[in-house]
């Protein structure tokens, strides 16, 4: 999904604060899953595909790390749920499954009007497609949380390798995005051939060669 853009993170903060989320459905559901895509970087299916159980201990507490199985490599992707931003979220949403009597480790995470089944890729579609269109914001889907995220674990990386951590942006976020190959995961961040010319123009100037 090259041809999605990320989000900037003004824009983060209008969608998360839009009414339509408040419009479709459940509020804190809707800013929940945003939230989760956005801070774990699952795409839909794997997301929708969590219960309960796959978040939470018995106790409610929420679990450290989080497997998503419905991946396209065979191995589940493992990845830590520490982010205050997807806490700050998801917590509300849990107490309000309680609230409604269904937090039990069988109950979908994201359950549809139902309740017995989970939400469709369709109707999470429809849920953002109300928040970008109430912003003005074109060019984004169901994918560009998780567009965000990778660019921003990228970048991230990218700071720490040029602070003298010996890490390779691209591998890490290959790794914990769950992309089976680096060209595949560079594909999806968008470097293309012409990144490649751009770089070659620029090579050694800074030298003064």
């Known amino acids: 999904m090259a041809c999605v853009s990320p989000i900037s993170s003004a824009d983060l903060k209008r969608i998360l604060a839009s009414r339509a989320f408040s419009r479709v459905g459940e509020p804190k559901r809707n800013r929940a899953i945003f939230a989760m895509q956005l801070c774990l970087g699952p795409r839909i299916h794997e997301l929708l595909a969590l219960r309960c159980g796959d978040v939470l201990y018995s106790t409610g507490a929420l679990r450290p790390t989080i497997y998503f199985r419905k991946t396209k490599t065979a191995v589940p992707r493992r990845i830590e749920a520490n982010n205050p931003l997807l806490i700050r979220y998801l917590q509300p949403w849990i107490f309000r499954l309680d609230q409604l009597g269904i937090l039990h480790a069988g109950t979908w995470l994201f ?32 994918h560009s949380p998780r567009k965000t995220w990778a660019v921003a674990t990228y970048d991230y990386w990218l700071r720490q390798q040029r602070a003298g951590r010996p890490v390779d942006p691209l591998v890490m976020t290959q790794r914990i995005g769950g992309w089976k190959s680096l060209e595949s995961c560079s594909r999806y961040l968008g470097f293309t051939r012409r990144d490649g010319a751009e770089s070659q123009f620029h090579l050694y100037q800074e030298a003064g060669l």
């Open 111 to 142: 359950p549809g009007r139902s309740w017995d089944k989970p939400l469709t890729r369709q109707q999470v579609y429809a849920i953002y497609k109300a928040a970008y269109r109430e912003l003005g914001l074109v060019r984004l889907g169901t």
